[in-house]
């Protein structure tokens, strides 16, 4: 067996990549913090192979220190840097720039090792698959055995059936692992496919079915199945099943403001929801943009059914980071302390987003000129609020709405002082076409303070 020294800080990666070099590369798996105890080790192990590393823990230069050590007792042992590395090359060093890519770390430890790319492939995925906690939320069974995984030692993990395929199983058995901290149950792998069309299917069935006791139980099956239906979405793309979810969501967005006349009590309803900010800034925004086309006399269904979209879709990027969504100016972003490629991530957003709606055969026609305009940018990149004129009546309605509901939404977040959000957006916005639509969104507030 081989033996490989692994420093690595993350401890998601680290348990990752310590799993499959034992699983799939043969491997004994030493973990180690700093290059001198890595160190301390080669100088009693000096049999092992190979070494993966970050470039840098804290302040040390953890692989130019193990690469000096190598070279000066010139030792066989290998060694992986991963992540960025100034380095000229050398025979023993390999540098996998990406952070992070497990799987390329694997395979290129089972290069170095001699394990044939053949055996690797054949067992590359693991026998269970993760599935995050938030999926069983909405459901009440399972459509295969769900085990949870306990560890029993350094690399080792035993899986433990806590539902049975078609039980039922109470929302209490999911809140009592989720409070103890559990982030994924497992499924069998084989049931991947299956696992999802099934959850899309609950939901979509228990949305259309519209028997919901109160609008407070309507709004958490809504937020549940909208994280559900953005993280399949932005994975795995569209497929019968999101789409159905997607169209089964929206209908249920617009049906709840319908239920209930008063917008601002839906607006209340959504913004004291125990749900993501995505979803509530989503749900909002369609409500608020669909009222403010209302006031300017376009209610047609067809624009309803589009800014609902838009709304649905806009963000979709930032579905596993939603405090990105909080940057509405290019002054925020850059004073924002995000990494490169979350920069890029935001920059990019608009565009990222009316791509991806294009890709849905069921959309309505320009959804995408509306996402791609939603910070006042006429490609989709970064943030303006110069070229409001050249933009449709629906984008501007649309940057009104999401303004407004992103400011309400800091507000409750920050608290403070109650301020008129309106004024803010006169000032911001103060060409003639844009003071119409913000009037308009006054026509629904008058009278009717959205409560925190
Ligand atoms: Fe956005």
Redesign the pocket.
Known sequence: MSQVILIEENENLRDLLAINLKTYVGSEVIPRSTASEAIDLLNILPNVDLIITQARVDDEQTANILLQYIKDNNSDVSIIVNGQFDHVDEEKLIVIQEEKDWETIISTSAQVLGVSIESLEKRVLPEFIPIEIRYFLPLDSSCCDVFIRIKKTATEYQFVKRIHAGDRYSRQLIDKYRDQGLIYFYIPKEYQNNFTNYVSDHLSQKLDEDNFKNIDQKIEVISQSYDIALNEIKNLGFNSATIQLTDSIIKSMISASKNLPEVNSVLHKVINSKSGYLYQHGHMTSIVANEIAKNLGINQELVTLRLAYASFF??IT?VDNESL?KI?TFEELESSSVSEEDWDLVFN??LD?ALLIRKHPEAPIDVDTIIKN??GTTNGKGFSINNMPKLPLESKIFIIA?EFVRELLDFKERGGKPHPIVDQLYKRYSSPEMIKVIKALEKTLRSKVVKK
């Open positions: 806009k963000d930032f969504a509405s957003h608009a987003g939603h910070h999401c």
